[in-house]
């Protein structure tokens, strides 16, 4: 199940009130209207942790990210876990300044990474760091008007860079500081901070999207043989289906080599795909999970005699991951980002169009029963409604026997590895 993710975004604007970037605020809840930070680590990890969860093309939608960051989060490797043209640190005015300290931005700032000076005001130790930033911002709520004239005036001379007044609440405010020569603008006189969250794909959830992302684009089975060797679990399971799948044959399967040659790049794109859909499943959707399993199959065994191998399993991730959203908590847009796939799929699952959607409103109308509707579909990819009825009993079949051979828990699907045709 996905874990809960939480942040609040507050625009950044320049002269004219277009969009120039968001700050990213820390926040526990969704009702949350401010930070209650007992740790400024904590805060800072979550921060870059959830912007990571949420998708940054998406929660920025091509602008930069301002986050705070203490002395301890600044010194960690997580600061390195966003790209570096993605993001602005905002560095605290908590942050004593050091020798260690400028090493470490002159440090970040090789790798591309940028900074603002949060809170600024006017004090000699601050001094060495106005060259390594390219923002300064202005705290002009809790100063009188003519100070921030006098600061801005003070630092030209070392700082090249650019101003952010923060906490313009009001218009008079924000027009004296356009005049004063501050170029971006941030406060409740444009936006309040908006609170955001998100199911977000937990780590097991992501190494099988990265996998079937590899699959989709990759001919040569060496590619994937590495990442899944990096990766005991998802071995351990491929060797154990890869040896299911070959029942029967003399020579067992022993290296993720022979599993790949074994299996194929579409069984094992259909494999991954069962395995990020059934995975762990709570008791409550354990019989989701078979339902999903049983669409899929249907939606592929009434494409059988009417399409090609590879639009066949493309019908049966169309039916798998019509229920995906429910299943892992996560709104298919986002899967769909993370996990690109086939525009008839996409249409299907998205739209409720394109060549594969009768397929599916098929599988729906049959899990309802819905004689009108099942005629309906039916006639229109030249099937019948005998033929939808035994594919339906045969989809059952397959799942059960899915669930059967690898040992069934108490919620159902665990673990996909049973024969994929």
């Known amino acids: ?17 277009r969009l120039f970037a968001y700050e990213l605020l820390f926040r526990q809840s969704m009702a949350a209207v401010s930070a209650q ?36 989060t600044l010194m960690s490797d997580f600061v390195c876990l966003l790209p570096p043209h993605h993001v602005v640190y905002e560095i605290l005015e908590t942050v004593p300044v050091s020798p260690v300290l400028i090493a470490r931005i002159r440090e970040l700032r ?12 006017c004090l000699d130790e601050y001094r060495p760091l106005l060259p390594m930033v390219d923002f ?54 444009f936006a309040r901070p908006e609170n955001l969250a998100s199911k977000s794909i ?30 005991a679990a998802l071995t351990l399971r491929l060797l154990r289906y890869a040896n299911s799948a070959a029942a029967g044959l003399r020579k067992q399967v022993h290296t993720v080599r022979q599993a790949l040659a074994q299996i194929g790049l579409m069984t094992l794109y259909r494999w991954l795909a069962l395995l990020l859909v ?21 939606c592929e065994l009434l494409g059988r005699p ?15 991951f019509s229920l995906a959203e429910p299943l892992m908590e996560i709104p298919l847009a986002r899967l769909l980002e993370q996990l690109p796939m086939p525009n008839p799929v996409v249409q299907a699952l998205v739209h409720q169009s394109g060549p594969y959607a009768p397929f599916l409103k098929l599988a729906e109308a049959s899990e309802r029963s819905d004689f009108a509707q099942i005629a309906r579909y039916a006639g229109e990819i030249a099937s019948s409604p005998d033929e939808v009825n035994v ?23 665990a673990t996909p590895e049973a024969g994929l045709r």
């Open 278 to 298: 059934t995975a762990n499943p709570t008791p409550t959707n354990a019989l989701l999970a078979r339902t999903a399993v049983t669409r899929g199959r249907l």
């Open 202 to 231: 937990q780590p097991g959830q992501l190494a099988v999207l990265e996998l079937m992302n590899k699959v989709r684009t990759c001919e040569d089975l060496g590619e994937i043989e590495e990442p899944l060797r990096r990766n």
């Open 391 to 413: 594919a339906q009993l045969q989809s059952l079949a397959w799942t059960e026997e899915l669930a059967s051979e690898v040992a069934p828990t108490a919620v159902g699907l």
């Open 110 to 121: 090789q790798l591309g990474y940028r900074f603002a000076l949060d809170d600024f005001v």
């Open 37 to 72: 930070i007992s740790s400024q680590l904590q805060a800072g990890v979550e921060v870059i942790g959830n912007t990571l969860c949420l998708g940054p093309d998406w929660l920025l939608q091509g602008r930069l990210a301002f986050i705070n960051l203490d002395e301890a």
């Open 136 to 189: 300064v911002k202005l705290d002009v709520l809790e100063q009188h008007p003519e100070k921030t004239v006098e600061i801005i005036a003070h630092i030209q001379r070392d700082f090249k860079g650019q101003f952010i007044a923060e906490k313009v609440e009001t218009r008079e405010m924000f027009e004296l500081c356009r005049a004063s020569g501050i170029q971006y603008f941030q406060g409740y006189y």
């Open 1 to 17: 199940m996905g874990k809960e993710t939480f942040l609040a975004r507050q625009p950044i604007v320049d002269a004219e009130h």
């Open 306 to 320: 009417r399409l090609d191998r590879q639009a066949q399993d493309e019908l049966f991730i169309t039916g798998l």
